[in-house]
């Protein structure tokens, strides 16, 4: 009943999310749902603890629905649907996988520099040298996921990371092309509109980073 119940409240937020350009609140989901407030906040902390959600501080209001986020951040997403902003240039990406749209990503490189757009048409994404800076290895993004994430940004080029590492005090993380993180954006953020979605296992999630040749210490997942 418990897992049935939370596939059905992940779900509504996720067609909220995407119906009306944000999540809904507690009360919201308790009338569509037709049970106690109490009952929905239970809900969404087990999302929360399956990574399948992340709440405020008080963990009684929805702040992301990966990849859609619920406060503003550097990467606005448009789309015919409508717009939406992204965690960061990976999730960003996972809009478009998650609608199976084209996409226009405002965003500016290194969140810092001149403007930037990165299109996603057709399946590809373009510039084709754009390039996914990211800091934090794949064992501690859930360390502290606001930092992962504010750090995993697009970039105009590998030639820019290294002076945006240093202006800013940032180790040099890892680089993923715009193939390689489209790639990954359909393997983590595909299907989430769907009611049988659920996270990839640790394997899946290692599998598809196989896919595009990331192995290694800085892959590892945990």
Not at 46 to 61: K, V
Not at 68 to 90: I, M, R
Request: charged share 25%.
């Amino acid at each position: 009943m418990t897992a049935s119940l939370d596939s059905d409240v992940r779900l509504r937020v996720y067609r909220h999310v995407v119906e009306k350009g944000h999540p809904p609140s507690v009360a919201e989901l308790a009338r569509a749902t037709g049970i106690a407030e109490t009952d929905v906040v239970a809900s969404l902390r087990r999302l929360a603890a399956g990574r399948a959600l992340i709440l405020g501080p008080n963990a009684d209001r929805i702040a992301v629905a990966p990849p859609f986020s619920a406060v503003p951040t550097p990467f606005w997403v448009e789309t015919s649907k409508g717009s939406w902003w992204g965690n960061c240039a990976w999730e960003s990406l996972g809009i478009a996988a998650t609608l199976e749209i084209d996409a226009r990503i405002r965003t500016a490189s290194g969140a810092a520099a001149a403007p930037l757009e990165v299109v996603v048409r057709g399946g590809r994404v373009e510039p084709k040298d754009v390039v996914v800076h990211i800091v934090v290895p794949a064992a501690r993004w859930w360390d502290d996921v606001g930092f992962t994430c504010s750090t995993i940004l697009f970039f105009r080029g590998a030639g820019e990371v290294d002076a945006w590492c240093a202006a800013h005090g940032v180790p040099r993380g890892e680089l993923l092309t715009a193939e390689q993180a489209w790639h990954l954006a359909k393997r983590w953020f595909g299907g989430r509109l769907d009611r049988d979605w659920r996270r990839l296992t640790p394997a899946e999630a290692k599998t598809s980073l196989r896919e595009i040749g990331r192995t290694g210490p800085f892959w590892e997942l945990r």
